[in-house]
């Protein structure tokens, strides 16, 4: 037993010492979108008070490419040691393996997890023309007009039309895509109910609920949105499996030693629990998680089927 314990120190005391000196040298943090985007905002608001709490500078490495796929390729190839951390997307690690060819990297095997940082909820909503005034009414709607009714999203892949797809496979529903180049560009045809729905962005949408230009049913999320708590969610209407939201999480490359993560960990909770961090951020409608290395990985390996069987189903392919 003495033997064993000796050996199992003597593994452990590398890594301890590792993350005992960590950081000793700037770390870069890696944002797979260009400067001036809701990706880079959010990488620079976390960078400092990162900096500050680690003792080293996080300076932010804008690696734009392929919806995220050549900025998280160069974190997987990064070296494991901590000084490269990822800033990745749900639609780069859990959507894009199924759009089209084969990623350069492994989702899960090439990455070692840190924490989610934030979600940005969808919320289905339809123009005050449509009769439906709930859910089931909605479903029931589209039901008796099997092809005819329709739902905008925001482009192929795209966590709003992911969600649409869910909602009909869960629902048997016949409803018709109609693509757009973004939320805000199919805003103008849903409030003049040229489209019957949308899973939309529920920081672009919120004002038009509030002002009762939209009618909304529930939020994509698992939990409610602070951005409009007063919003069911899917799973509390009846679909409890229900998920679909853009992500953004902090990854590190795989082989990162867990101390160094667990570091990295701590002090990311640290700084998403900051006054002025959380005040920026919810600025832009996002909802702040701050979970662990286990329950993100958890996320990711949910995600990853789901929306391979979802993708396949509906034959969607990347534009």
Known sequence: MLRRFLILMALLLPATAAAQTYPSKPIRL?????PGGGADFVGRAIAQPLSEALGQTVVVDNRAGANGVVGADVAAKAAPDGYTVLLGAAGTLSVAPHLGEPLPFDPIKDFAPISQVFIA???????????????????????????????????????????AELLKSLTHI???????????????????????????????????????????????????????????????LGYPDFEAVPWFGL???????????DKLYRETVKTLALPDVRSKLGELGLDLVANSPAEFSAVIAREIPQWAKVIKGAGIKME
């Open 121 to 163: 909820a969808n919320v289905l909503v339809v123009p005050e023309s449509v009769p439906a005034k709930t859910l089931p009414e909605l479903i029931a709607f589209a039901r008796a007009e099997p092809g005819k009714l329709t739902y905008a999203h925001a482009g192929a892949g795209t966590s709003q039309h992911l969600a």
């Open 30 to 34: 890696i944002v797979t979108f260009a």
């Open 251 to 261: 990854m590190a490359p795989a082989g990162t030693s867990p101390a160094i993560i």
């Open 174 to 236: 016949d409803i018709q895509p109609v693509a757009y180049r973004g939320t805000t560009a199919l805003l103008p045809d849903l409030l003049a109910g040229r489209v019957t729905m949308s899973f939309a962005n529920i920081s672009n949408v919120a004002p038009l609920i509030r002002e009762g230009k939209l009618r909304a049913f529930a939020v994509t999320s698992r939990k409610r949105s602070a951005v409009a708590p007063e919003l069911p969610t899917m799973a509390e």
